[in-house]
């Protein structure tokens, strides 16, 4: 299935045409493999440059750099001044696109980041995010502790981007939805095992918010994992513009996206208009909609008091049984987003 105007072959004047690399799952274990896979995704940006003409954004999924490996080793950590990051800042300026990214970044002050950057056709980091929930108790990363920003895009469109686990939290989209994203981007790594759930996923974070979303995996195997592929790019109303149902790796997933689509269903929708109906429950009862937080969950995690009914019977609480050894620091709360380079 393609969108209106043959996936962006033939561009409208409010379209932003969008191409989801279902990048071949590489083995990383070394410097030299970093510095191999960097240059491999810096030929796929020319690739898709190539490819399209008229694409604004070239995404790559999560573990697009580093692979499934789950390696921690600080010697194939990445640094926002690093080399990897400058090779993808150039790339964008070369072929005169946006990008999104995916690098798993050193932190001195315990495990990494798993880090997605957007980075726009001057070269300019726009957007900077650590991903908010790992995939816990497989992944060792540290919890995201810089919120989720959204920033302008091509065309003055508004991104915001989510990573793999993510997005199976409903709270995630929507607050993408709240603060103003039109396109929400979620990358992912996610092999075949999870095919369903992403794909319900993705129509849900769409359709409940009104969100056109930009979905994509890694694809093909490793030797030891098999990644979906999976690209997916969803309107606001919940309908599959493209998707990448093939798994051919190195695929890429494009179609044409109307973010003026979106602005005019979430100001003229009535029915279903449910990112605003959300929080002016009933309106038409009483004026202006019941304003109140009538969740238990909501009110509860925010005074430090989550208590699920079943949660002291939960098996698995710390990564043991992907054979991680028991935290023993504390998380901090959420820091500034750190200085992005020149």
Known sequence: ??????????????GVVIGCVQLQLPVVTTKSDLAAQTDRIVKMVGKARRNLGTMDLVIFPEYSLHGLSMCTDPDIMCRLDGPEVAAFRAACVEHKIWGC??????????NPYNTGLIIDETGKI???????????????????????PVCDGPKGCKLA??????????????????????IMIRTAGYTAPIRNSWRFTNQANSFQNLMVTANVCMCGSDGDFDSMGEGMIVNFDGEVLSHGYSGRPDEIITAEVRPDLVREARIHWGVENNIYQFGHRGYVAVKGGATDC?????????????????????????????GFGPPTREYKGEEPTPKMPD
């Open 294 to 322: 009538p969740y238990t969950f909501m009110k509860d995690l925010v005074n430090g008091q989550w208590n699920l009914p079943w949660g002291d019977d939960v098996v698995h609480k710390d990564g043991a049984s992907c």
């Open 161 to 182: 981007l989510i990573i793999c686990h993510d997005g199976m939290f409903p709270e995630m989209a929507r607050e993408c939805a709240y603060k103003g994203a039109e």
């Open 1 to 14: 299935m393609s969108s209106g105007g043959l996936g962006g072959l033939n561009k409208s004047p409010n």
């Open 126 to 148: 726009v957007l900077y995010y650590r991903k908010l929930h790992p995939w816990i108790p497989v992944e060792p990363w540290e919890p995201g502790n810089v919120g989720i």
């Open 101 to 110: 990214f995916s690098i798993m970044e050193y932190n001195p002050e315990g």
